[in-house]
């Protein structure tokens, strides 16, 4: 089966098992997706991740993250699609819930949040809002 948008993909299997209150969820990988799964580590949105080699692209096994009964991603949102990019620059960075989530752009620099892309004072495409 051909995936044609693979951060959608990511994005949803990991909704679907935070919804479903599931430890672990895997997702095939990539090094864009091994970024986006360091950046919800650092904000405090997952648990961790293992990268599982397995001959072929591997597996990155997301565990993820829940506060009692409470799920810590409340929600995430895919913003740029293959039919339609949204690009921005520094200034007009989108903030999440008025500051309360994080947006995960792509930059020349790396994909970072747009806190960081702010400070670094580089734009770029925004890939997903997470709140």
């Known amino acids: 089966m051909q ?6 993909d990511m994005l949803t299997r990991i909704r679907n098992a935070n919804n479903a209150k599931h430890e672990t969820v895997d997702v095939p990988a990539s090094n864009m997706k091994k970024a986006i ?11 961790g991740y293992s990268v599982i080699e397995d001959g072929k692209q591997g597996i990155i096994r997301i565990t ?5 009964k409470q799920k810590a ?3 995430l949102r895919r ?3 293959p ?5 921005s620059n520094c200034e007009d960075m989108p903030k999440v819930m008025n500051g309360l989530g994080i947006a995960i752009v792509s930059t ?3 994909i970072m949040t747009d806190k ?7 734009g770029g495409e925004i890939l997903a809002f997470v709140w």
Do not use: P
């Open 37 to 47: 799964a360091d950046i919800l580590v650092s904000e405090g949105y997952i648990k």
């Open 3 to 8: 995936i044609s948008d693979v951060i959608a």
């Open 79 to 81: 913003v740029s699609k």
């Open 116 to 122: 960081q892309a702010r400070k670094a004072n580089v």
């Open 83 to 87: 039919g339609l990019r949204i690009y």
């Open 108 to 110: 020349s620099k790396g």
């Open 64 to 68: 993820l993250k829940y506060v009692g």
């Open 73 to 75: 991603i409340q929600g």
